[in-house]
């Protein structure tokens, strides 16, 4: 398990090295060529979705490394969920209104609803436990 958790972050590790070096890359490509216009949708688009997936990467190798170093059993569904939500919320933020069929539109936006309503959900039950563990008397007591 930890052999493979370490894999899985020297993985992730370069993805994110790669990713940062073109994003860099990218911007000193347009900000040299004199083409940098953060009014240009495609632009923003490009940028924006680049950074986006670095910090979904990040997210996403921070919770490894919590598996990893046993703060957590395993990988917390809570924190999937969250980074699942981060994925879609870069989907809607790169997404062509235009050519993306209304159907699809819909389709991420149930996912989205979907997703908080789990979250929510496993807040709610956390936060009962959370309050349920308060109100005991300790043992020791």
Known sequence: EQIVTWIL???????IAIALFRLVA?????????ALNPLNHEEFEVIFGMIMTLLIAMEFNHSILQAMERLHRVIQVKTVILISILALARKFIILNMEA??????????????????????????????????????????
Do not use: H
């Open 100 to 141: 993306t069929p209304a159907l699809t539109i819909v389709a991420l936006g149930f996912a989205v609803i979907a997703l908080g309503v789990v979250y929510w959900l496993l807040r709610e039950r956390e936060d009962r436990s959370a309050t349920e563990a308060k109100g005991k008397p300790n043992a020791t007591e």
């Open 9 to 15: 972050t020297l993985c992730i590790a370069v993805i």
């Open 26 to 34: 990218t911007i000193f490509q347009l900000l040299v060529f004199g």
